[in-house]
């Protein structure tokens, strides 16, 4: 006897070390605190954490198919600060989100598509920076996806809210990243299966 399939649908969660919940137990990294909000509310989804630490854009772009194998219902795509971390040219890393949403979109149509919008730090610059921020409004806007315009926002530069690397949030931190990401997606799960 075949077991049963889970047929819930995925929130699929694809990005870098923020998203993997570096330095935290794993109950503890932003995904699996959204799963609990989910729950809560009352919505049938499931979370899968697709974070791997030090993920550029290009390596996204390489192993999107893998974790396309199951349906995926919501993308949540949380790639891009390694690429800035790296001062790495924004038109390639552009091309390599826009091409994980494409091929998403091309397995799974109906997917909806939350972008995660990041800061570069300013030692780079204040064109980078502006340029780094652009990037996911417009990939947002061109992909007609929500936007976490700033996935660390209250979370970012605060000295008791991250890990000693001063990159990575703690505990406490990633509950108010988890609060920045409900904001976006609650809407765009209830849009999809009712009040």
């Known amino acids: 006897m075949r077991a049963a399939v889970d047929s819930t649908p995925v929130v699929l969660f694809f990005g870098t070390s923020l998203t993997a919940g570096l330095g935290l137990d794993p109950d503890e990294a932003y995904p699996a605190l959204i799963q609990r909000k989910i729950d809560s509310a009352g919505l049938a989804f499931r979370v899968v954490n697709g974070g791997v630490s030090g993920e550029t854009s290009a390596a996204g772009l390489h192993r999107i198919d893998w974790l396309l ?18 001062g790495q040219d924004l038109a390639a890393a552009k091309a390599n989100l826009q091409a994980i949403i ?71 931190g990633a509950r108010i990243v988890a609060d920045n990401v409900w904001r976006v997606l609650a809407p765009v799960l209830r849009s999809d299966h009712g009040p």
């Open 102 to 172: 494409d091929r998403t979109r091309a397995r799974y149509p109906d997917v909806r598509v939350v972008v995660a919008g990041m800061e570069a730090p300013p030692n780079l610059g204040g064109r980078y920076t502006r340029e780094f921020r652009d990037l996911f409004v417009t990939l947002a806007r061109e992909n007609r996806a929500a936007l976490i315009p700033f996935l660390l926002e209250g979370v970012g530069g605060v000295a008791e809210l991250n890990q000693p690397d001063g990159i990575h949030p703690t505990a406490r």
């Open 69 to 86: 194998q199951r349906p995926v219902g919501v993308l949540v795509l949380e790639l891009g600060a390694n690429d800035a971390l790296r």
